[in-house]
């Protein structure tokens, strides 16, 4: 597995302080986030996914802990529009650079507005992918929060 994915570049190259974890990644469970969780042996609110999303159209990028669900009017809300759906995988994958079970917000191909979900930035350290499925970056939430310039936000249903 290599740990030199366009996430970790760009989060070296940001000077963000981060280490690199990897696990075995399950192609076939149902929650790839609560699966990496377990396998880090880390609780959920630890490890957050990244979904990619469309605000009135406009793609977007949110991040939340593995075991939450995101709320499409509070993610709406967030970006300033009327209306919030999930973006269709193969959309996600185009835009972000990366397959689905590997999407990071970090060094994506185009930088997307970013949230993170406001609870997870009291954690003393969070999992973010990255970049490939069965690697995860350790690093600080709010160091994730400010080099993404991210906003903190109620993201949850």
């Not at 990619?52 to 669900?69: M, N």
């Not at 979900?117 to 992918?129: C, F, G, I, W």
């Amino acid at each position: 597995m290599s740990k030199g994915t366009p996430a970790t570049l760009w989060l070296a190259n940001n000077c963000v302080a981060f280490e690199t974890r990897t696990y075995d990644y399950d192609p076939d469970s149902p929650r790839v986030g609560l699966q990496a969780a377990e396998a880090l042996g880390e609780p959920p609110s630890r490890v957050l996914k990244t979904l990619l999303a469309l605000v009135d159209g406009k793609p977007v990028c949110v991040i939340l802990q593995s075991d939450r669900e995101l709320s499409m009017k509070k993610v709406a809300a967030t970006f300033g529009g009327k209306s919030a759906s999930m973006m269709p995988v193969p959309d996600a994958e185009r835009t972000s650079g990366y397959k689905v079970g590997g999407v990071s917000p970090f060094g994506q191909r185009k930088r997307l507005p970013t949230a993170i979900e406001r609870s997870a930035l009291t954690e003393p350290y969070v999992y973010l992918n990255g970049g490939q499925r069965g690697l995860q970056a350790r690093l600080s939430p709010e160091d994730a929060r400010k080099a993404l310039a991210a906003i903190a936000a109620d993201l949850v249903a």
